[in-house]
């Protein structure tokens, strides 16, 4: 019986990249498709606790992330005019002299994954993809949109929520559904006295995370609840952010609004979300991050639990020459460590809904959730 010797990974995001880098450590050889650009890459922040920064250092770019983002310890609630209400230590470090989590740009983390997947033997084909898949006894045949053929052992689906791969090879039975919420984000210079990870709330709902990215950058979001998907032409975005803004007088969201209309990246995305039921493959093609759970964001969660698939399949791969066992295995050590994060993630969306009237509830489930986050992936 032959296990993973080559494997080929649908999407180059960060949990495409992550299970790149770890697999090649493993000795196994791989090869990633995107159907982007390097230089395509979107997004705001990112933040990454500590479970995600302990398999950034397994696949050797933990430091090079520190550098690049900014390291934050605490949570604070403040009211809308920016008075504390609560602060927390985060539960958790990963070692003494280590931050608890680390805010980055995304792009500046699929920046360096890249580069190390690269540097680890990775063959990265960027504006490609795939167009047919065949499943053979041993492995996969995948033609590309180049025309050639690649026959690999394993292909993981790597590639987002509306994952093409999984709609191609599970179907349409398992779809992403509406969460009742979107995020607005906004990239800014960060204010000074930004050191950590800042929840404020308006007395009618609403409320904005403020998170540090790097020691000259910020990001703000903001949660809003709609019974249907909203979507915004890009010159509607300034206005509707500002509007949402100025339900703040604190001093670190009136310096936001000040810059809402002199530049700064401006973002809205729906939440659509997804927990695919085991298992996650079929046959030899596997659901690797968002492909198979996409989680609303209120535990910023949703990045480290794609790089801890890449890490934890990489590992089942190269435990066993049994393929079918391998990948039985990464399913299940995902299913009872993502399924607790993508409940509790939702319970606290459904909270702040309802306009936080559970609103210290709410934080205990994130605190709490913060502690399961520290345990071994």
Partial sequence: MSGAKRILIVGGGISGMTLAAAAQLRGIDVVVVEKARPQDQLGTGINLQNNALQALREIGVLDECLAAGFGWNTITTCDASGKQLDKRELPWKLEPGMPGALG???TTLAQILAKRSTELGAKILYQTQVSQLEQLDDGVRVTLSDGTVETVDVV?????????TRRLVFGDEHAPFYAGQGAWRYTIPRPRTLDGF???RAANGLAVGALPLAPDLAYYFILESTETTQWFEPDQLPHRMAELLSHFDAPEIREALDGVHNGGHISFRPFDILLMPQPWHRGRVVLVGDAAHSLTPQLTSGGGMAIEDGVVLADELARTDDVEAALT????RREGRVGPIY????RICEIEKGNHREGDDGVRIFVDSFKLLADRY
């Fill in 329 to 332: 295995a990464y399913g299940r």
């Fill in 198 to 200: 800042t929840i404020f």
């Fill in 104 to 106: 980055i740009m995304r």
């Fill in 156 to 164: 993981a689906a790597s590639d987002g929520v509306y994952s093409p």
């Fill in 343 to 346: 409940e509790n993630s939702l």
